[in-house]
Nanobody
């Protein structure tokens, strides 16, 4: 079992930055790849970013490339999402998730956090 708790969301103006954190419980954090998804009101949950167990391989959705960076600190059992140049369309609930392998599909992820709200004002 892995429990995930996100933090770091909030209200920011367009062009600003936020850093999300996702703390994982358990001793098997390095057994899992980690990802961030987001869900805006009335929309499906969508893939944002992925990092493999070591953080050496990362993938991003096209709409965040060059603006968001995923990283992980395995000593702290934590994965991060640094979000720069935020846009109003980035407004959503952001979730971290754990999986045994790479996937952009939310159905492939075994464990989820409760989500953290990110609101970007114009």
């Amino acid at each position: 079992q892995v429990q995930l708790v996100e933090s770091g969301g909030g209200l920011v103006q367009a062009g600003g930055s936020l850093r999300l954190s996702c703390a994982a419980s358990g001793r098997t954090f390095t057994s899992y790849a980690m990802a961030w998804f987001r869900q805006a009101p009335g929309k499906e949950r969508e893939f944002v970013a992925y990092a493999n167990w070591s953080g050496s391989s990362t993938y991003y959705a096209d709409f965040v490339k060059g603006r968001f960076t995923i990283s992980r600190d395995n000593a702290k059992n934590t994965v991060y999402l640094q979000m720069n140049s935020l846009k109003p369309e980035d407004t959503a609930i952001y979730y971290c998730a754990a999986s045994r392998y790479y996937s952009r599909s939310y159905s492939s992820y075994d464990y989820w956090g409760q989500g953290t709200q990110v609101t970007v004002s114009s």
